[in-house]
């Protein structure tokens, strides 16, 4: 009989066990996970400059395209409505995204963001990096996709033959400019002029610019303007032009979201 108690005892321990293992049956909440926790802030600092802390933030210098996992590779840039955003999101309009798992593992943004559904993307699999400035003239900003620009063969401060954009294409549907500010990731900014700028690259690999006419006159901190986030015409009319988006294929860094959640903080979702 004694036999017969402690084995009740032990399938009884083993059904409590099991129990506490699963989700609560009763639990009718939404869960998300929220999209920043996907992209590391190591992986994008090694692109950018292996040499900063690894704890500097570049994820604010990337547009960011949320492509699902199904055959067709789906992204919001299949739909029209995506249009009035550029197509890809900003940092700051992505890392208030998040995956909900439960829901065809869907992406979901809050509606106070007013994006399209395009951006509720089912499946959702990867997400791909593209490296961006934004351009501010007469009150209208815009995000500009830096491979989505012409690239022209340029030496770098070291001699070698490097991709860069021109400085001036950041500035197409611009007429006028009294003075041109460009602005780095962490804030610090040099003025310069149109003529300055008509005659300036970026280096893409560098992350640098240069001014083959003007660099001789230049100090170095002009000359070698870094980690470019930012373009501000002064005193001149509106940004006017339609930039297009970088091609997939030309992806600065792409990340696959994981199918395991196991390690990711989780969030309620109130007004899923």
Not at 19 to 39: R, V
Not at 112 to 129: H, Q
Request: glycine share 4%; proline share 3%; hydrophobic share 40%.
């Amino acid at each position: 009989m004694k036999r017969a108690f402690i084995l009740i005892g032990f399938v009884l321990l083993l059904l409590i066990t099991a129990c506490s293992e699963k989700d609560n049956p009763t639990d009718t909440n939404i869960y998300g996970y929220s999209l920043d926790q996907f992209i590391t802030k190591i992986a994008v600092r090694n692109i950018v400059d292996l040499t900063a802390a690894d704890t500097t933030d570049f994820r604010s210098l990337f547009k960011y395209e949320i492509v699902s996992a199904d055959a067709d590779h789906w992204s919001p840039r299949s739909s029209v409505n995506t249009i009035p955003f550029g197509y890809d999101l900003n940092w700051s309009l992505f890392k208030q995204g998040f995956l909900v798992p439960s829901d065809n593992r869907k992406t979901w943004f809050p509606a106070a963001l007013g994006l399209p559904n395009a951006y509720k993307v089912k499946n959702a699999g990867t997400v791909r990096l593209y490296r961006k400035v934004d351009v501010e003239s007469g009150r209208a900003e815009k995000s500009v996709e830096l491979k989505s620009l012409s690239l022209y063969p340029v030496q770098n401060w070291l001699s070698a033959t490097e991709d860069a954009i021109k400085l001036s294409d950041l500035m197409q549907g611009i007429a006028t400019a009294d003075t041109i500010r460009l602005v780095a990731v962490d804030g610090y900014s040099k003025d310069y002029t149109l003529d300055q700028i008509n005659d300036g690259y970026y280096l893409l690999t560098s992350e640098v610019t240069t001014f083959p006419t003007y660099n001789s006159s230049m100090t170095n901190s002009l000359k070698k303007f870094k980690k470019l986030a930012r373009l501000e015409v002064i005193g001149g009319d509106a940004q006017a032009f339609n930039f297009t988006y970088t091609d997939s294929s030309t992806a600065n860094i792409s990340f696959t979201i994981p199918e395991s959640m196991t390690g990711y903080q989780s969030t309620v979702l109130t007004d899923y």
